[in-house]
């Protein structure tokens, strides 16, 4: 029986209200991935590993099975056995939300913080969906993989609860977990090797997204213009600023080896994106680069 568009109309309201009760950034997330995980194939494991790592307290959403019922004897609380592969098999992800990348320099393109937000959701997707525990760096939530982590990943974007200025701080993460840092890594060089040493000291794999916007990279102002500074620096007024373009594309240039100097020394990734380009390749290339890792 063919089904008529009256009938169908219920069904219609019912999805649209399911869509719109999920965060909207977390809806253009899933779509950049979608988009991407057509040529990737996943990467779920069997099992849930066979090394004790730690105990810890119980939460909502643990399986009743993973109680040890011994040690939770021994206290007033409830603990579960976590595994080695558990802890090891996770992402760590962080993007900058500090001043300097709610800018673009087009009404036409997006923010830093925004393209940053989006391609740290959409690989959450597409690690989630490959069998990955995940979570945002120093959210205080334990890596998970459910539809669940997402809808929590979107809201702390949402309401901006882990907005703070400046790289984030070395954490202790369990040994072969990864971390993923995406910023427009305009710091000095000596502070963001200090953070991913840090990291690399204590076995984390690390990768280094670099989201810059277009003229940032190519200055393509002419004649008088006034720089204003986004983290309370000093204006600057520059009468011709094609007179400086020339040395600013080699500060430029300087600050990316010296990012790929660091990957390189630490064998950790680094790729850059621009945010005139589309998300889906930052993306996959991202991605794979994650899956190249784990693999070795």
Known sequence: MAITPKARLPIQQRAEQIASALPPLL???????TTVAQGVHGR?????????????????????????????????????????????QSVWIWRDTSASMAWSSSPELPEKRRRADILALALAVL????????????SGIRPSNGKTTLERMA??????????????????????????MISDFLSPIEEIEEVARGYASRGVKG??????????????????????????????????????RAPYQQ??????????????RLSWGYSAHRSDHSPNTALLALYLAMTQDRGR
């Open 44 to 88: 779920r494991r069997v099992g849930q590993g066979e090394t004790f790592w730690q105990f810890r307290r119980y939460e909502s959403g643990d399986s009743p099975q993973s109680i040890d019922w011994r040690q939770s004897a021994k206290s007033d609380r409830v603990f579960v056995r976590e595994m080695e592969w558990e802890a090891a």
């Open 155 to 180: 809201k702390i974007i949402d309401r901006g609860e882990q907005d703070s200025a400046g790289l984030p701080t070395v954490l202790p993460l369990p040994r072969f977990a990864q971390v993923v």
């Open 207 to 244: 990768h280094l997204l670099q989201i810059l916007d277009p003229a940032e990279e190519l200055l393509p102002y002419d004649g008088r213009t006034r720089f204003e500074g986004l983290e309370g620096e000093q204006s600057w007024l520059l009468s011709r600023v094609e007179s400086v």
């Open 127 to 138: 690690l989630i969906r490959g069998g990955e525990f995940v979570t945002f760096l120093g």
């Open 251 to 264: 500060r430029f240039k300087a600050q990316r080896e010296g990012l790929q100097s660091i990957a390189q």
């Open 27 to 33: 809806v253009e997330a899933e779509h950049v991935a």
